[in-house]
């Protein structure tokens, strides 16, 4: 029986643990996934082998000590710093980042996107993208301050703060902000995200398992939207293939992964 697990700090509020095991038990893979509250960063490389472990996802704030922790990073997350899944591979760590990629999976249905505006410049922002430049897609990103921007402008993305913002025409706006994650507010003041909404195809929010304000405000003009749902489902199929090591179907991956968001 292989374990997996996930570590972060908090974790008690992951949907990692039912969504790997929903796959390992339907597809008879002997393997079972837990959650470990990781309070120090550093600390986790020698916790996955004192757990025995061939697996791992890593979230806030963990991320970039997980970067430090394997011996070796591969793909995109080489490029971002950021390790969101480990695979022991014969006693060494190999660093994936399952992110970027699980939200171009969850976008896949929108069809051709060639234009996006990025609301915030965190974590997420940074990830995403260095994805989307990377598949050939302009990005804006807009933020409240200035200070965060530098990264963007250097990866090759047209910057602007809410007070120098000049609008374009998107085929995508993605809410990566905290706005509306804990409390009722929009990503950026009511005037601007109304103009925004106007000159989009299609909008996606980070945020999973609410509808936030930019949602709502979003479908009240019938734009086409989803929020962090399917990306959090994306990171996890990835993330899934990579811990059974190919051996499984991602379509079934991907439908038993998709019945634990009704549990
Ligand atoms: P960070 O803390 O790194 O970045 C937060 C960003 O939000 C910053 O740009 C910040 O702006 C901006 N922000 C915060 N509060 C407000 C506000 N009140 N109004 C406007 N802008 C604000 O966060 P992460 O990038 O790690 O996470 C962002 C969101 O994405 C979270 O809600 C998280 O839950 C979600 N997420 C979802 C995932 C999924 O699988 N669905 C995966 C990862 C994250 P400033 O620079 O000015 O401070």
């Known amino acids: 029986m292989k374990l997996f697990a996930i570590f972060g700090d908090p974790v008690a509020h992951s949907r990692s643990p039912l969504m790997h095991n929903s796959v390992f038990k339907n597809l008879n893979y002997k393997a ?62 190999i660093g994936y980042n399952t992110d970027a990629d699980g939200f171009m999976f969850a976008i896949k249905e929108f069809g051709d996107i060639k234009n996006i505006l990025v609301l915030g410049a965190g974590g997420t922002a940074k990830a995403l993208c260095a994805r ?53 507010i929009l990503p950026c003041p009511l005037e601007l995200i109304e103009k925004i909404l106007d000159n989009t195809s299609f909008v996606a929010d980070a945020i999973y398992g609410k509808v936030t304000p930019f949602l709502k405000l979003s479908k009240s003009k019938n734009i086409i939207c989803k929020d962090g749902a399917d990306m959090l489902l994306g990171q996890g199929v990835l993330a899934n293939e990579l811990f059974v090591n190919y051996e499984l179907k991602t379509l079934d991956i991907k439908n038993y992964m998709s019945k634990s968001f009704e549990l």
Do not use: M
Not at 62 to 85: I, L, M, P, Q
């Open 32 to 93: 079972c996934y837990t959650r470990v509250h990781l309070k120090d960063g550093s600390k986790l490389r020698e916790t996955f082998f004192a757990l025995g472990l061939s697996g791992a996802n890593v979230t806030v704030p963990h991320k970039e000590s997980a970067y430090e922790a394997c011996d070796e990073v591969r793909g995109f997350a080489k490029k971002v710093g950021v390790v969101n899944t480990i695979v022991n591979e014969n006693g060494r760590l």
């Open 132 to 184: 989307f430049i990377d598949a050939g897609i302009k990005v804006s990103v807009l933020n409240r301050s200035q200070n965060r921007l530098a990264y963007f402008k250097e990866l090759g993305c047209e910057c602007f703060t809410w007070d120098d913002f000049k609008i374009g025409k998107y085929d995508l706006v993605v809410n990566t902000t905290s706005a509306g994650l804990k409390e009722e």
